[in-house]
């Protein structure tokens, strides 16, 4: 029941100044954030997080997009951590992504705004999958030594 899984503030993101806010609703829940990095990615490691859709015809504006600024990247427990936080994060589209999730909340965009462009949509962070993604995703962003194990407050007063 305890999950992992990887949170990116991307370029769009770091540069509007959300990177407090969008940490704060995870822990706000009561997630526990273990990993934080702020990485300057380049077009070698965009391919290999991105795998899934380096053939796609928005690949070359999604590299463009990744590699525009520094990420911050956050592991991030809990449980069902890693539905929670693609509940939290919205739709992939911010033009249907609900109010109140991340998306929904900091984004507008719309597939048709970025279509024939050759962009990405910005949609200000990813949030992996699934648990294999998960996995996957955090051994590629996170050496183990720099995942945490710690009691949050709540564990070390409540229990
Ligand atoms: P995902 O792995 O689903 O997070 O997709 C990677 C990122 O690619 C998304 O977060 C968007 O920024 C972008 N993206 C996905 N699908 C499209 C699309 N059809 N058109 C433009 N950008 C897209």
Known sequence: MIERTLV???PDGVQRGLV???????EKVGLKIIGMRMVWVDKEFSKEH???????EFYPGLEAMITE???VALAVEGIHAV???RKMVGDTEP??????????????HSYESTSGAGKAIRNVVHASGNN????????????????????TAQEVHTF
């Not at 806010?21 to 995870?26: A, G, L, N, Y």
């Open 95 to 108: 033009k249907i992504a609900q109010p109140g999730t991340i998306r929904g909340d900091y984004t507008h």
């Open 50 to 56: 991105y795998k899934a859709h380096v053939e796609k």
């Open 20 to 26: 407090g806010e969008i940490t704060q609703r995870f």
């Open 8 to 10: 990116l503030i991307k």
């Open 83 to 85: 539905t929670q936080v």
């Open 132 to 151: 294999k993604e998960a996995e996957a995703e955090i051994e590629l962003w996170f050496k183990k030594e720099e995942l945490h194990s710690y009691k």
């Open 69 to 71: 600024g520094p990420v």
